[in-house]
Structures are given as C-alpha cells and as structure tokens.
C-alpha cells in the first residue's frame, strides 16, 4: 500500500510494504522465498501472506509451516531461505544371485616345500545332493516413488531384474526364487546355468579294453588316455595319468595330472578352466584359464589367462590368451623353433557374439507365437469357454512362455558382456618372470614384436607407438 501526505506544498515518499519473490528450484524439489524489505515504515509480510505466496505459486507439498512464522516473526530480508521441500523417490534395488555352491574352483598347482609343483591335491568336483539349494534370487525392488513441491508424484527407478535360469538336472521353487538340484551328482557352470550331471569313472585306461568315451555328465579316469582314443563329456573331466596323442573334451573343468603328449594329432578342449601338468605337441583350446608347468611346439588358444608355473618355460610353437600370459622363461637359446605368443584377441567370443543375435532373433518369433496362444486362451479363461484340455494347454503354452522369456533375458545379458569384452581388444600382457629369448614373436592385438635381444623381468603391452616393454609387476 502507497500512502501519500501532503506537508508544506510537499509530496512525502510513499510508503511501501515487504514483499515476497517465490523461487523454484529447477527439479521441482525445493521452494525459496526472498522477501524484499518494506519502505518509509512499510508493513511485514504476516503468516498468512507468505502463505499466499506458496499458493499462487502452486506449492502445495512439504511446505514449512515452521519455517514461515518464524519468518513472519524475524523476517530475513534480500536472502533466499528454503521454506518447501520435495519428497525424493527411492531407486529399487537390482535382483541379485547368491549361490550356494563354489563355482570359483582354484585350479593353480600347490607348491611342495622342495619347489616342485603338486599336480594331485586339486579337487575339481563341487558334489550335491537331490533337493540342495544351489543358488537363491533376491529379488528387484519397485523402489519408493517421490513427489515435487507442486504436489506432482514422481515415479520411482525400479530395480533391475536378473534371471534365474533353471539347467539340466535342476528346477525351480514354486516362488521362483530357488533354484534345486534334481539329483544327486556333480554341479558345475554351464554358460549362465548351473548343471548338475552324475559321474562316470574308468578304472585304469581308456583303450580297447573301454573304447572312446562319450558321456553327458562327469568322467574320471583313474589311469592313461591312449594314444588314438577319445573322451567328450558333457561336464568335467579328471584325468589321474597321462593323454597321448588322444583327443579329450570336456563341457566344464579338464584336469590332466600327469601331462599331455600331443604330438601331431592331439588335442585337449575345455569350456572351463584347465590344468595340465605339461603340455607336449597338440592343439589346446581353453575356454577360461589355463595351468600347465611348461609348454612345448603346441598350439594354444585360451579365452583367459595362460600361467606357466613350476618350470614355467614356453618353447616353440603358437600360445594365445586373451588377457595375460605369465612365465619363467620365453624362447630358448639353444633352438632355432619358431615361439609365438599373443594376447588381447578372442575369435570364440567374437563368434559368440555373432551367433546371439541370430538365437534371439529366432527367439523372439518363438515368443510372439506363444504370446497369441496365450492371450487367446486368458480370454477364453476370462469368458468361461475355457474346456479342461484347454486349460491343461494354457499352463503349459504359459510355462513355455516365461522359461523363454528368462532364456531371452540371460542372452541378452551374454550378449551384452560378449560386447563389453570384445571392446577391450589389444589389451592384454606379456610377463616375462625370467628371461626372454631373441627370435620370439610378440603379438598383442593388431601389433607385432621379435624380440631382438635377450631380457629378463620383463612386461609387454601394448601403447599407441605399439608393443612396449617395462619392468614386470
């Protein structure tokens, strides 16, 4: 209000109120006031009036009635001051695995006093029992929504939902929330699902007296793999003796205690970890890490880590990791027989990344079909048309439906890790823990090094100039 006096022919300055500015925070979450100080003896602003203020502005949510008659008491002038609040929402938490099983199996030789390696004190099975626990979900959160000072409700981030996929052998809860063993045998990871396979043992070699070997689950051989016979099983391998010139493959863990005499023909295959107690000749395919004591003129290619412990020597022939290769001693002083040795690529997972794509385009025409069955049996279910057969056929066109739902989930995740790795390409090391010959080949992504004299301690990797060498770690 503007009061005006006329004294001696002259106008006084008018007289003007406190007034009050609202502030919006730009998320919506906060509400502050800057009262302008009165004039010539101007009114404060009362309770009631800053009150208004938050009204005509819209704030209607968290507003601090405290705070505003302390205001109108003790006003505070030219200064903004907080006098709403929002509420936050909470993020959901993402669903997590806990497993009841160990799945990190520690394949490294144990050292003897005496510095010779222990091949035969490694325990590669993980036993379980029909109706064990093997890994239990938590599940995601919605989290809790929030709402800003104009009263508006803000969604809440809900949590990530990861999938429990049931493998061979194993089933879910009725919640879906565990995940049991259907039988009594061996546990072990296949891909993203826990299997549970039994055990089939050789006593002594595998000859004529056995014939090749094929089994779905576990096999342990108590003697030798002679030369020209086979072995492919489903899940781990524990071989107590020697492989010569044999081809073995295993699904899971390969264990060969005694070495591996490859010569021209032999191979060794694991999709999980191995350990071998010497490797000899043959063609090695890895699908995690690899031990060994020493390795010579054999082809190597390991989708982890190669270490070369006890002897710890790497002599002729190709051996590739994907991330790191560790040794004693690179090369020889005393032979002419070529040694190559690479880090940093990965053919088997860029060929998995190119075969995902196609299962889940092929999947997601499994799904969309069994989505139409789905919603045509529901409605007829809704309509009471729904016969006794068809009802049979709903629960099962349903259980087909979010079993391919979680497969889809889980190879979309694979898909999505197989990419994050490949994108690291190029980056992987040499260690070198003695000495390195020259005439060895250093390979590291799309660059190359001959190693041109000899060196000890030594770290390769790979920098924009190419393969540089530093001090091991």
């Known amino acids: 209000m503007h009061v005006y006096q006329e004294m001696s022919g002259r106008k006084e300055a008018p007289t003007v109120d406190a007034l009050a500015e609202l502030h919006i925070a730009a998320d919506k979450m906060e509400a502050r006031l800057v009262i302008r100080p009165p004039g ?162 050789v006593d002594g070699d595998v000859s004529h007296a056995t014939g090749n070997i094929r089994f779905s689950g576990h096999v342990v051989v108590t003697g030798n793999v002679l030369a020209g016979f086979s072995i492919e099983a489903g899940g781990n391998v524990d071989i107590y003796g020697t492989v010569d010139q044999a081809s073995v493959s295993a699904g899971g863990i390969l264990m060969v205690r005694g070495g591996f005499n490859g010569g021209r023909t032999g191979e060794l295959i694991s999709g999980s970890k191995m350990s071998c107690r010497f490797i000899q000749g043959g063609r090695i395919t890895v699908g995690e890490d690899l031990e060994a004591t020493y390795i010579l003129n054999a082809t190597v290619l390991c989708s982890g880590s190669i270490n070369v412990t006890g002897k710890g020597l790497i002599v002729g022939g190709r051996v590739a990791a994907r991330s790191c290769v560790t040794v004693n001693t690179l090369g020889n002083a005393n032979t002419s027989a070529g040694t190559i040795v690479e880090v940093g690529n990965d053919a088997s997972l860029v060929k998995r990344a190119q075969e995902i794509p196609k299962k889940l385009a092929s999947m997601e025409k499994t799904i969309r079909s069994l989505e139409v069955s ?48 490949i994108a690291k390409t190029g980056q992987g090391v040499v260690k070198v823990l003695g000495k390195a010959y020259p005439g060895v080949r250093i390979i590291i992504g799309t660059h190359q090094l001959l190693i041109q004299s000899e060196c000890t301690f030594t770290m390769f990797k790979r920098s924009d100039e190419g393969i540089v060498s530093a001090p091991a770690r």
């Not at 799945?103 to 993980?126: A, T, W, Y």
Request: aromatic share 4%; charged share 25%.
């Open 40 to 201: 010539n003896q101007g009114a404060d602003l009362t309770h009631a009036q800053l009150s208004e203020a938050l009204a005509r502005g819209g704030v209607v949510f968290g507003v601090k009635a405290g705070k505003l008659a302390e205001l109108a008491d003790n006003p505070i002038y030219n200064r903004p001051v907080v006098v709403a609040e929002g509420q936050r929402g909470v993020a959901g938490t993402d669903a997590a695995l806990v497993y009841h099983v160990n799945l990190e199996r520690d394949l490294s030789p144990k050292m003897r006093p005496d510095g010779s390696v222990d091949f035969k004190d490694l325990n590669i099975m993980e036993k379980v029992s029909r109706g064990d626990v093997l890994c239990e979900k938590t599940p995601s959160t919605k989290g809790k929504p929030g709402i800003d000072v104009f009263g508006v409700a803000l969604a809440a981030k809900p949590g990530k939902d990861v999938a429990l996929v049931p493998g061979k052998n194993t089933a879910l809860s009725e919640d879906k929330l565990r995940l049991l063993s259907s039988i009594d045998g061996q546990v072990t990871l296949a891909g993203k699902k826990l299997i549970v396979l039994d055990v089939f043992t």
């Open 374 to 421: 789905l919603k045509t049996l529901i409605q007829r279910k809704a309509t009471g048309r729904l016969t006794e057969d068809n009802a049979e056929t709903l629960e099962k066109v349903a259980n087909s439906y979010h079993q391919m739902k979680s497969e889809q989930a889980a190879l979309q995740a694979e898909l999505a890790a197989a990419q994050e790795e």
